[in-house]
T-cell receptor, first 115, second 112 residues
Framework: EPEVTQTPSHQVTQMGQEVILRCVPI?????FYWYRQILGQKVEFLVS????????KSEIFDDQFSVERPDGSNFTLKIRSTKLEDSAMYFCASSESGASYNEQFFGPGTRLTVL | DAKTTQPPSMDCAEGRAANLPCNHSTISGNEYVYWYRQIHSQGPQYIIHGLKNNETNEMASLIITEDRKSSTLILPHATLRDTAVYYCIVRVTGKGNTPLVFGKGTRLSVIA
C-alpha cells in the first residue's frame, strides 16, 4: 500500500540553525500539508500546498517557515532560524484532491529537537 | 478550535467492541465527520468518515445520529494494537485543501 515517507526520523539542531524536513507524498496525490505536534499537545495545522503554491497557512506558519516542492516527488518544510519552541514532531500529509471527502494520509513524522 | 467534544479517556477489554462517542452539536450541513487515530506519537491514521449515513469499512463503523449532532465510532473487536488516541473531526465540504483541526481526542486503552 502506498504511503507518505519522511526523512529524517529525528533531527537535532542548534538554536538559530536552518533545518529542512523532507517528505515524499503518495505519488498520485496533488495536495500536500504540514502539521506539527509539540510534545503532549494537539496536532496543529501549519500549511497546505497545491499547484506549487501555498493554499492556506496558520498563524504558526510565519516568515521563518517556507515550503517547496523542488521536484516531482519531494515536499519540504524549511525553518530558517530555529527556536527552542520549534521542537516538535512534524508530520507531512497528502491527499488525492482537496475535496473534503478525500482523506489525508500522514507520514510517520520527523522529531525535531532544538538545543 | 475543534468543533467536537470527546471524553478524554476510555478503557475497553480486548475482544470487546469499543464505542467511542463524539459530540458535534454545531455541525453544519456541509461538514463531514472524520475519525483519525494516533498510536504513540506516530502519524495520525485515517479510520473512516461520513456525512449523514452510517459507514463501515474494514477498520470500524461510524454511526451518525439523525440530527448529525453526535456520532459513535465502533471498533467491533478491539485488540491491544487499537490502543491509541482517537480524534473526531468535522470538516467542511466543497472547499479545497481544508486542513484537519485536531482536538485532544479520546485516549483508548485496550486491556488484556
Amino acid at each position: 500500500e502506498p504511503e507518505v515517507t519522511q526523512t529524517p526520523s529525528h533531527q537535532v539542531t542548534q538554536m538559530g540553525q536552518e533545518v529542512i524536513l523532507r517528505c515524499v507524498p503518495i505519488s498520485n496525490h496533488l495536495y500536500f500539508y504540514w502539521y506539527r505536534q509539540i510534545l503532549g499537545q494537539k496536532v496543529e495545522f501549519l500549511v497546505s500546498f497545491y499547484n506549487n503554491e501555498i493554499s492556506e497557512k496558520s498563524e504558526i506558519f510565519d516568515d521563518q517557515f517556507s515550503v517547496e516542492r523542488p521536484d516531482g516527488s519531494n515536499f519540504t518544510l524549511k525553518i530558517r532560524s530555529t527556536k527552542l519552541e520549534d521542537s516538535a514532531m512534524y508530520f507531512c500529509a497528502s491527499s488525492e484532491s482537496g475535496a473534503s471527502y478525500n482523506e489525508q494520509f500522514f507520514g510517520p513524522g520527523t522529531r525535531l529537537t532544538v538545543l | 478550535d475543534a468543533k467536537t467534544t470527546q471524553p478524554p479517556s476510555m478503557d475497553c477489554a480486548e475482544g470487546r467492541a469499543a464505542n467511542l462517542p463524539c459530540n458535534h452539536s454545531t455541525i453544519s450541513g456541509n461538514e463531514y465527520v472524520y475519525w483519525y487515530r494516533q498510536i504513540h506519537s506516530q502519524g495520525p491514521q485515517y479510520i473512516i468518515h461520513g456525512l449523514k449515513n452510517n459507514e463501515t469499512n474494514e477498520m470500524a463503523s461510524l454511526i451518525i445520529t439523525e440530527d448529525r449532532k453526535s456520532s459513535t465510532l465502533i471498533l467491533p473487536h478491539a485488540t491491544l494494537r487499537d490502543t491509541a488516541v482517537y480524534y473526531c473531526i468535522v470538516r467542511v465540504t466543497g472547499k479545497g485543501n481544508t486542513p484537519l483541526v485536531f482536538g485532544k481526542g479520546t485516549r483508548l486503552s485496550v486491556i488484556a
